[in-house]
Each structure stands twice: as C-alpha cells, then as structure tokens.
C-alpha cells in the first residue's frame, strides 16, 4: 500500500501557523473525521494524546508523526499538516516540527501500522525530500513529491562482492521500535548507495528483526555498523571489525560510520571481553534492577493489601483469616526478595541467572540485609553466570551439553551465596542502621526527609529518579518501615491532581484543548500515576515545574509529620482504609500539597495566546 493511497487532498492542511501541539492533532483529526474515516472523534483524539503522552513524536528533521490505533478508526488514513513557523512538539533534537503526519489505523491492524510508520520516517528523514515538501505550492504538489518518494526504494535487497570490493553490515535499533529504527536504516542505506559500497542493513523494530543477517553474511563482512540504543544480539559478530554508534548516529552521520568500516578504523568485536563505559554500566545496572521491580511489584502489591487486611482485623478469629494472615507476612519475609533478586539475576545473564539470583535474594531476606542485600544477590548472581559461560567455553563440548541442568544452577548458586555470606555483616549492619534511623529521627527531620521523598518523585514525572525513590520506599516498606513509601506515594500524586485542580480554578489561564483532557488527570493522580503530568508539563517546564515541586514536598512533608505509614506500595486514594496511623492525615497530605501547587502554578502560568 502506498502513501498516496491513504493520504488526500482533502486531508492536507498547508499553513498551520501559531498553534501548539495538542491543537494541530485536533486539527488533523478534525480533517480524518471530515473524510468519514473515524467515527468517534473524541476517542480518537484522546488515543493519539494518549499515546503522545508515552513519548514524543517529533522524531526530529522538522518531522513529526503522532499515530494511533483505535476503534474509532474505520478506515485507514493519513492526514498531513504542514507550518512554516514551526510547531513546539518536545522532538527528540530539540527543534520544531514543520511537517506533521497523523497516522489512523484500526484497532487490530498491527503490521499495517507499523508498516506506514517505517515507510513514512525513511521518506521524510532526507533534507532534499523536507525541502521539496515545505516548498509545494499547492496540495497536488505534495501528493506527487510523496508519490514519486514512495516508489522510490533504495533498499540494497542484492549485493555482489568480491575480495576487493568491501561488504559492510548493520545493524538500527531504538527503544520504541519504529521511527529511528528504520530512518537510520535508510540513512545508511543511501549514503551506500551513493558511495557504491554494498550494505545489507537489519532492523530490530517493534515488528520485530527484518533483513535478519546471516551466518554467511558475517564471514563475508568487511565490518559490522551497530547504529541502536537498544539491546542487540552482538556475540554473532566476535571477531568482526565493529562500528558501535547511537540510532542518531546512524541518521546524521552514515558516511563517517561507512567510511570507519570501509577502512577498518574500528576495534574488533570480542564477545568475551566487552569494554564498557560507565555511562552504559550505570545505565545497564539501572534497567536491570527495574527488571526485578517490575516482576516483584504485583506481589508486593497483594502481599502488602494482605498484611495491612490482617493487621487491621487482629482481632477476628477464622481459620481462613489465619491463612490469610500467614501469606501476607510470608509472602513479604520469604517471596517478594527472592523474586526481586531472581528477575535481575535473569535480566542480566537469561534464564540461567534467575535460581542464583533467586536464591541469593533468599539469603539476604532470611538475614535482614533487606533491599539492598536482593539487589546485591540479583546483580551478583547474574554477573557469575556470566562469567561461568566465558569459561564453560574452554571445556569439552561434552561437559558444557551439561551447563544449564547442572553448571550454571549448582555452581551459580554455590559462588552466589559464598559471596553473600561475605557480604552479609556489612549488609545487614548498613541495612539495620538505615531502618533505625528511621525509627528513631526527630520531627524536624522527618519532615525534611518527606519532603526530599516527594520531591524526588515529582522531579523527572516517572523518570528514572522517580523509580529509584519509589523502588527506596518498597525496601523500607519491606523491613517495616511504612512511613516512607506514603510520602513517596502522595509526593508522586500531587503532580496531575495539582494540573487537574489548577485547570479547574484558573480555567481561563489554560487554552481549550487543556481545559478537554485535564480532568484525566483526576483520575491519574488518585490512583498514583504521576506520568499524567508529562504531557502538559512538556508544553511550559518553566511554568509548571517549579509550583509542582513545591506541593510534591510539602505534600511528603505533611505525611511524614503526622506519622502516615502504607504497607501496599500502589494505588493512590483506594489504599487509603489501610494507611497506619490517620486515613484523614493522609488525604490531608495529597489534597494540601495538590491545591499548593495549583495555587502558585494558576498564579504564575500565563494567558494562552492562541485560544
């Protein structure tokens, strides 16, 4: 299907001055609507915000292509806008967006959608191509430069090689999968074409790997190019001359990357003794650890609505009740640590890691060196099978048939735990001495620690600080310790509730198009999901951020000040019959720190100029 087939006339929009992001969606999905390809247009507008609203997609060049699957859609169809002066779309290098795709897809159309996607970013990520289009002068000429574009495939499916002519690889990937992956692609894939170098270029996206490289390829690679910000399967490729870049690189600089592989000015890969910088390091250790918060959280959840059930009916005497009582302060002593450690243990080195990690996260639990021994055990468990692979390497392939059944588990789990009862004293001491000091501050600084929590949790909406601070509440919570995790949990509230409620008070300060999606932010801010805040945060941090802060403090300041304890780690306002010492305290925490910061951010957020 091409472009051209989906995209009409009718559905083009040539000068869209002086309007932001949300009102040239709604502008789009008007068009869409107009041509009868969507039947609902308030659900279809609010799935392309919503979708807006897990990252941008201003994928950068001018471009921009916010999309949607739906079941408002009832045809395919694009819809284009084109803005001299540049909308402000939060693109990924910094700059506006002058062409801007909407994309609508029915609900169950996978493939086709991500097929559009992947065809749109290699057209539109070319200069030449981005100047023709801003220089059309009617909608006829749009619709030809894109059709001719769209026939134009400079994909190098065949290739010959001989001794002397050089044969490169490579590799896109990003994080979502879907534009960079394959703009990149495309990137390397003409600056080939215009150097006569043949290129065969494999695409890790959200469709998963195409042009998947071969066993054969590799031997007759002159060098390998990796131009992804996402894990890619490398130990293919021991041996190789290897170009490691960024997805970016791959899109602005193909021709210094060919030129490096071409000439072999790059190291060779060895799978086995992989230099890291320590950005990636910290990086890396970061995603793994979340690895084991994600798997852990739903039980830590249940464990806790357990635990708090049973403390508050001690009093109720039933078999079941008893049951109940046993499970919940079980799950959280001899569960939840033991799965935390055992999904980093795999995250770091697959399956073979998990019973180390697991185990490992088992000790730590029954020893009370709580959060911080299961992330040791996790990391540590991973890291020796990994090293026991390298080393299994060097034995007879008769032994190493045998490493997952018995190698890895037995082994793995011996090294772990002997490095865990190493650990374990100054552990458990650094443990222990976290926890008393908690149980033991003064009111003062109890009041400044709360704050600091809610602070954290609102700086970066959902961030990787965010999780950190969270991921700190869940261990104190695990060692008994509740005050903490309620003031991370009204500190991460307050960010939408205080949008929402500024909205409502000062309604005129915001355009029409806020004034539509606030109230999701009701709905997002009691149940405990600071990243609705980021969609409209993004269209004025310097409005927005600073009043959000300050009721993000004040709100964790207020909680631990009256002493406000939770023991299950999510659910905003429906946790709050469970909260130790006063539910009233609790809600007076988020409802003060919410209406503070709508306070200051209706008083310092300007008139909207365009309405």
């Not at 490729?237 to 997805?247: L, N, R, T």
């Not at 180390?356 to 040791?376: K, R, T």
Request: neutral net charge; contains cysteine.
């Amino acid at each position: 299907m091409n472009i051209t087939d989906l995209l009409s006339e009718e559905s083009i929009l040539l000068s869209l001055e002086e309007v932001t992001k949300v009102e040239a969606i709604t502008a789009l999905v008007d068009t869409l609507y107009s041509d009868g390809g969507i039947k609902e247009k308030g659900l279809f507008l609010a799935d392309v915000l919503k979708r807006e609203a897990q990252s941008t997609t201003g994928i950068g060049n001018g471009v921009a292509i916010p999309h949607a699957k739906s079941r408002a859609v009832t045809q395919v169809g694009i819809a284009l806008a084109r803005s001299h002066g540049g909308i402000e779309f939060n693109s990924l290098d910094g700059e506006k967006a002058h062409l801007i795709f909407l994309i609508a897809v029915p609900e169950n159309a996978d493939e086709l959608h991500l097929d559009i996607l992947a065809k749109l970013s290699t057209i539109l990520m070319n200069k030449e191509t981005h100047f023709k289009l801003m220089t059309a002068e009617s909608k006829s000429d749009l619709l030809s430069i894109i059709s001719e574009l769209d026939k134009d495939d400079t994909r190098n499916e065949t290739y010959e090689t001989n001794e002397e002519t050089p044969f490169i690889l490579a590799v896109t990937g990003c994080p979502t999968g879907i534009a960079h992956t394959y703009m990149a692609a495309h990137s390397l894939e003409s600056a080939a074409a215009t150097l006569h170098i043949p290129l065969k270029v494999e695409t890790n996206g959200a469709a998963g790997v195409k042009q998947h490289i071969t066993k054969a390829e590799i031997e007759k690679a002159t060098a390998i190019i990796i131009a992804a910000d996402t894990k890619v399967e490398l130990e293919r490729f021991s041996g190789k001359h290897m170009v490691q870049a960024s997805v970016a690189d791959g899109m602005s600089k193909p021709f210094q990357l060919l030129e490096k592989a071409v000439s072999q000015d790059c190291d060779i890969y060895d799978h086995n003794h992989v230099n890291k910088n320590s950005k990636t390091w910290s990086r890396e250790l970061y995603q793994h650890v979340m690895n084991g918060l994600s798997n852990m959280l739903p039980l830590a959840i249940a464990a806790g609505f357990l635990l708090s059930l049973t403390i508050f009916s001690s009093d109720f005497r039933h078999q079941f009740w008893e049951i109940l009582s046993f499970f919940g302060d079980q799950t959280i002593i001899v569960l939840l640590m033991p799965i935390f450690a055992g999904y980093i243990g795999k995250s770091i080195s697959d399956r073979p890691g998990f019973a180390p990690g697991a185990i490992g996260g088992l000790f730590a639990a029954m020893n009370g060196s709580g959060l911080i021994g299961g992330i040791c055990a996790g990391l540590i468990g991973g890291f020796i099978i990994n090293r026991l692979k390298k080393w299994t390497n060097y034995l007879p392939s008769s032994i190493t048939a045998m490493s997952n059944i018995i190698i890895y588990p037995v082994i793995g789990i011996l090294m772990t735990l002997l490095a865990m009862f190493v650990l374990l004293q100054p552990l458990t001491w650094l443990t222990q001495s976290i926890t008393t000091l908690f149980q033991t501050m003064t009111t003062p600084l109890s009041i400044l620690i709360g704050a600091m929590f809610g602070l954290l949790m609102a700086i970066d909406l959902g961030g990787p600080i965010n999780k950190m601070t969270y991921l700190v509440g869940i261990g104190f919570m695990l060692n008994g310790v509740y005050e903490p995790l309620a003031a991370i949990m009204v500190g991460g509230m307050v960010p939408p509730l205080a949008i929402a409620f500024a909205t409502s008070i000062f309604y005129w300060k915001f355009s029409k198009n806020e004034r539509l999606y606030y109230r999701t932010n009701y709905v997002k801010g009691f149940l405990f999901m600071t990243e609705g805040a980021i969609p409209f945060v993004e269209r004025n941090k310097k409005a927005y951020i600073p009043p959000i802060l300050l009721g993000s403090a004040t709100a964790g300041a207020l909680s631990m000040a009256t002493h406000t304890g939770i023991a299950i780690p999510h659910g905003g306002v429906l946790v709050t019959p469970f909260v130790f010492g006063s539910s009233l305290s609790f809600l007076l925490a988020i409802a003060v720190g919410s209406l503070f910061a709508a306070l200051l951010l209706g008083t310092i957020k300007r008139k909207p100029k365009v309405e």
